[in-house]
């Protein structure tokens, strides 16, 4: 268990690992999925830890700090393999994100200094692209081969992962917190000013923005990008098919966090409640509420078991958990 709040969460290799990280204790954690529950397995620590990822085989994992260090581990063993040093303390050169390549050879990284940078086993950097605002965080897509940067002024950047040339550019409105890659290289990106749009590598948009009408913290999709769901700090959930709005499901509380199945069958939203309960999930094609889930604490991620049968999300101050697609019975309160 985790002293701290979880602030990720990601599935490795066949999907029977499981890895977390928390800030406050700068521990990232590997634990293995057996009969139900999550086992601790490993530990690696880097002190502020602020942005984890995995290599999609699993065989390496790499994160960033406060400070701006960067470091890779290997999984077999749990050795670290490459770091750079520490650039300043004061969160100016924060890397806020960051991605690996499938094999592991590469990290992608968002630097609060403006940076977009790939870096090679070793720690050496391969190129950089800067802008004058924070780059917030980065997207790699499935192949390796497009790399996309979120910065505060609402840009999209889309690059090349080889050699850095950029590609495509796009603009929102706000900041831009997040993207991420869909099955055939489009690109879902959410601002923090009430939108979201789905993208080509060149930039160009692919229908028209998705509107919400409050802040937005993240948009997750199924892979295809058939079915989107924003999360609004106004604690509503918009769930999206091609380009219509099928519903919106109200919680008490801003919600940090959602998730669609990757059969896209399911999708979840996470308020950031702090009385024991975790909003119901919804039928992503049907917009139908399956049940409610619980858990003591805000919810700041989710991640679906390959299968679409689990829905594990990272609460505060806790391990890992998870909620099978029936609803499950709240916690008992004790006086």
């Known amino acids: 268990m985790h002293g701290e709040t979880i602030f990720h969460v990601q599935f490795i ?18 634990w293995r999925w057996e009969s139900g529950s999550a086992a601790p397995e490993r530990e690696f ?8 990822t995995a290599s999609a085989g699993g065989s390496v994992i790499a994160g960033g700090s406060l400070a701006g260090r960067v470091q890779a581990w290997a999984v077999a063993g749990g050795q670290p393999l490459w770091a750079t040093p520490a650039r300043g303390a004061d969160g100016g050169r924060m890397v806020r994100g960051c991605a690996l390549s499938p094999d592991g050879s590469r990290l992608f990284t968002a630097g609060h200094d403006g940076t977009l940078r790939a870096w090679q086993v070793g720690g050496a950097e391969i190129w950089r692209q800067s802008r004058a605002s924070r780059c917030h965080n980065v997207a790699l897509s499935a192949d390796g081969a497009m790399v996309a940067g979120c910065f505060d002024d609402g840009t999209l950047l889309i690059c090349a992962a080889g050699g ?3 590609l495509g550019e796009a603009t929102l409105p706000g900041p831009l917190l ?27 948009p692919d229908g028209a923005a998705m509107p919400h009408g409050a802040r937005i913290y993240g948009a997750s999709a199924s892979p ?23 519903g919106t499901e109200a919680f ?10 990757p059969g896209g069958e399911l999708a979840a939203p996470a308020p ?23 858990v003591r604490g805000s919810v700041h991620g989710l991640a679906w078991y390959p299968g679409d049968a689990i829905l594990r999300w990272r609460p505060g101050r806790s391990a890992p958990r998870s909620s099978r697609r029936n609803p499950v ?7």
């Open 224 to 246: 295809g990008g058939d079915r989107i769901v924003l999360e609004g700090d106004d604690g509503r959930a918009g769930l999206w098919a091609g380009g219509r709005l099928l």
């Open 272 to 294: 950031a409640n702090p009385m024991p309960a975790l909003g119901p999930s919804r039928a992503a094609v049907t917009g139908k509420a399956r049940g409610p889930g619980f």
């Open 252 to 261: 008490p509380g801003a919600i940090y966090a959602g998730a669609v199945s």
């Open 329 to 335: 019975a709240p916690p008992r309160r004790t006086r």
């Open 178 to 204: 997040a993207a991420e890659f869909l099955a055939d290289g489009r690109i879902l990106a959410a601002a923090g000013l009430s939108a979201a749009q789905v993208f080509f590598p060149d930039g160009r």
């Open 13 to 30: 290799g066949d999907g029977s690992r499981l890895l977390t990280g928390s800030t406050r204790d700068g521990t990232a954690r590997l």
């Open 45 to 52: 620590r880097l002190p502020d830890l602020v942005a984890l």
């Open 164 to 166: 850095g040339a950029p």
